[in-house]
């Protein structure tokens, strides 16, 4: 299990060697200046760091939707999905070390973010909960990476994964209160966010940065790394089934 | 020489309403793409909630409701790029008529999709916002919408022109140069936020002036404003044009002298 995990993590990052796999990191400045620009414009320098953190975390899930959602439709095109499903690796593990290698590099642009904000405007972001901060980090990567995996099988089913990666990108950044908190939006949306794990994360980073102390922070913790589970078990019920429906009708690349 | 290239944008124009069909049925147009199109226009618009202030949700709500006319324009990178991966660039450069009218029409879907979710962006969240649309005046808005994808459409062909030599970094370009335009270009602050030589790039890269003159029409400016506005992101149209049928001149007669047409990177 640990050596396909580790293969597939490999495989992976020699893929991410091609610049037009990195995309997002690629346009996270620009992203960052145009967020950035908006607080300092306005004279709310307070809030640039929310900026750093909506950038980042449109760079994060573009990647979980772009790259690591299109693992499995990329492989089905390149005619590369029927010897992957015929050896006794599970495809589920297979597509986990992949979208964990994609989630950990996609963090890179908080570095990138937080770099722009500081050369372009003179922002500093302080992180006022180190380790809590850390956490929330890392616990966001492991249910992003979960989260991408399962939509990585979602994504097969449709007629074009790229109608739905679009679809998937802005209305997840709005709930996941990317830029601004949740409590900001319309009423009606409130609920909707409360099981998008990113707005857990996000609320969760945003508070890392204030002084004060963060309420319910182990709770909070827990509940993004249930929603990220959450997904992933859906993730793999979801590559079963299309796994044993190709294995009975033989349409491995027409899925 | 005139009809023939009449006849072959319009063949390409019905070649490019068939791909729009290809891409979406009216359900994923409507529940999928127009839904994030809102989403996005909304994203920046409630950052204006955020600031606590209603004139800046206005300003992002009218400047990224047009910006996504532009955005969706530049999408002419990626569907130019098409022809070289489907093989066909080597036929249309062999063919006796000039590339350049059918790459202008080949990609047009955009133009007719930029503007749709444009307008509907703008009129739909609007009230939402509370942002006021004097009627009829208001209307007027949807001819400088089609004016800026138009306008954003020109500078994508020479993109393009380039993008057929390096297939592989299509939506790269396509993305960079949008995200570009939000920056400079007066979507999220004015052009002269910027440092020199921002401000004076903005003037020659489209959205601007038909962004500007959106702008205008919204708040009452005098209609000699609105038209000198429209009027100046119709001559940067009008030089992305030349521009990029020049580009897709060299790109063919380079492409026949070095082989490069199908085989380039």
């Known amino acids: 299990m640990i050596t396909v995990f580790g293969a597939a993590v490999w495989f992976q990052g020699l893929q991410m060697r091609r610049v037009a796999n990195l995309s997002a990191l690629v346009n996270t400045p620009l992203f960052t200046l145009a967020l950035v620009a908006i607080m300092v414009h306005s004279g709310r320098s307070d809030l640039a760091p929310y900026a750093v953190v909506g950038a980042t975390v449109i760079a994060v899930w573009n990647m979980a939707i772009v790259e690591s959602g299109g693992i499995i439709d990329a492989d089905r095109g390149q005619g590369t999905l029927e010897a992957l499903i015929s050896t006794p690796a599970p495809l589920a593990l297979v597509v986990l070390g992949r979208t964990v290698t994609v ?58 994964a790229r109608t739905f990666q679009n679809a998937l990108s ?26 998008v794990f990113l707005s857990w994360s996000t ?39 299309i796994l044993e429906r190709v294995r009975t009708t033989g349409a491995v690349s027409f899925a | 020489m005139i009809r023939d290239n009449a006849r072959v944008l319009a063949a390409a124009f ?113 009230p939402l916002f509370g942002l006021p649309m004097p009627m009829p005046r208001a209307l007027l808005a949807l001819p400088l919408i089609a004016l800026v994808s138009w306008s954003t459409y020109c500078f994508g062909l020479v993109l393009s022109a380039f993008v057929l030599r390096k297939v592989e970094v299509r939506n790269l370009v396509s993305g960079l140069s949008s995200l570009t335009l939000m920056l400079v270009c007066g979507v999220q602050v004015p052009t002269t936020f910027w440092p020199a030589p921002f401000p004076q790039l903005a003037e020659v890269l489209p959205l601007t002036h038909g962004l500007g003159a959106v702008r205008d029409l919204l708040s009452g400016a005098p209609a000699g404003v609105v038209v000198g506005g429209a009027a100046l992101e119709l001559c940067v149209a009008t030089g992305w044009l030349v521009v990029a049928g020049l580009a897709f001149r060299h790109l063919a007669e380079s492409g026949r002298r070095d082989g490069s047409i199908e085989f380039g990177d």
């Open chain 1, 103 to 160: 989630t950990v590099i996609s963090l890179l642009s908080l570095v990138e973010s937080v770099i722009v904000a500081r050369l372009v405007f003179g922002v500093v972001v302080d992180v006022h909960h180190g380790w809590l901060f850390a956490v929330t980090l890392v616990l966001t990567a492991v249910s992003m990476a979960m989260t991408a995996s399962a939509l990585a099988g979602i994504f097969v089913l449709s007629r074009s």
């Open chain 1, 203 to 241: 609320d969760l980073i945003r508070d890392c940065l204030r002084p004060g102390a963060v309420p319910n922070a182990l709770t909070r913790l827990a509940v993004v790394a249930g929603l990220g589970l959450a997904a992933m078990v859906a993730g793999v019920w979801v590559l079963r089934r």
């Open chain 2, 14 to 126: 019905t070649s490019a309403l068939a791909d729009l069909r290809a891409i979406y049925t009216w359900r994923t147009w409507s529940f999928a793409w127009l839904s994030r199109i809102l989403a996005q226009v909304a994203f920046y618009a409630v950052i204006g909630r955020l600031l606590g202030s209603a004139e800046r949700t206005q300003y992002l709500l009218v400047g990224n409701a047009v910006f996504i006319a532009a955005l969706v324009s530049l999408l002419v990178c990626a569907s130019t790029a098409w022809e070289r991966q489907a093989g066909t660039l080597p036929l249309l450069v062999a063919a006796p008529t000039s590339p350049f009218p059918l790459f202008v029409g080949r990609s047009a879907q955009w133009l007719l999709d930029g503007t749709m979710c444009a307008s509907i962006a703008l009129f739909v969240l609007s």
């Open chain 1, 170 to 195: 802005y209305p997840f950044y709005l709930l996941s209160g990317a830029v601004v908190p949740a409590p900001l939006l319309p009423e009606w949306l409130q609920p909707i966010t409360k099981v």
